[in-house]
């Protein structure tokens, strides 16, 4: 996809989000950061601007419908439409807790909601107040970054030794489900939906022990961003092609 377009990329003021944000703009492409700080989400867009990227910010807290709603008319107002949204914000759990309150046997479903607010509700929220932006472009597409940790096959294996995770996990399953449901509602609109798996990234979500770099989890995200107006949809990928279900 040669074209330049718009993109929205949300939580793109740091880690893969902002990785997905500066290889979009050393495309040729217009990049806005979607922050809930407004002040971090310009402070990272003035240094891809400073790399020579088109990339600007807008407060958006994806929990937060009315900042959602406000972000919307925004890029309304300033671009007329938006041809490519990057659902990237997500969290692994509350924030003060750790991965205890996440295990089965002694469940927080207070902590449990609230990662789903962000993984999941937020991600519906967005998708829903962008969509009228997005049905004005001439090859809209939607991406959403999920994670491999959410796969059926993989949770159902008893010899996996990822964190036993009650609310990031099923989050990231409930994600990849999210992004059918809109594939198979939104293809006789031509909207390509698509979910990737960064892999195992190093940021702030894991305390930074990842075995990948921001910039190589980005590049799932990227390539669905820009594919051709006929490119796919309905699917989940990484790097190295279809992830399992």
């Avoid at 809109?182 to 305390?207: K, Q, W």
Wanted: aromatic share 4%; net charge negative; with cysteine.
């Amino acid at each position: 996809m040669n074209d330049p377009m718009i993109a929205l990329v949300t939580g793109g003021n740091k880690g893969i989000g902002r990785e997905i944000a500066a290889q979009l703009a050393a495309l040729g492409h217009t990049v806005v950061i979607g922050a809930r700080s407004l002040e971090r989400g310009e402070a990272t867009a003035a240094e891809l601007r400073a790399a020579g990227g088109d990339v600007t910010a807008v407060a958006l807290d994806v929990t937060d419908t009315a900042s959602v709603v406000a972000a919307a008319h925004s890029i309304q107002t300033r671009f007329g439409h938006l041809d490519a949204l990057v659902n990237n914000a997500g969290i692994s759990h509350q924030p003060g807790a750790d991965f205890s309150g996440q295990m089965p046997r002694s469940a927080d479903v207070d902590h449990i909601r609230f990662v789903f607010e962000t993984n999941v509700f937020g991600v519906i929220t967005v998708t829903s107040a962008f969509l009228p932006l997005l049905r004005l472009s001439s090859a809209p597409r939607i991406v959403n970054v999920s994670s491999s940790a959410g796969s059926l096959a993989s949770i159902s294996d008893f010899d996996n030794t990822d964190p036993i995770a009650l609310g990031y996990v099923p989050s990231k399953t409930a994600l990849t489900a999210v992004t059918m449901m809109y594939a198979r509602d939104l293809v006789h609109e031509h909207i390509l939906v698509n979910a990737v798996c960064p892999g195992f990234v190093a940021t702030d979500l894991n305390n930074h022990h990842g075995v990948r770099t921001p910039a190589e989890g980005a590049a799932s995200a990227v390539r669905m961003a820009t594919i051709e107006a006929d490119g796919p949809t309905g699917t989940f990928t990484d790097d190295h092609g279809p992830v399992a279900w």
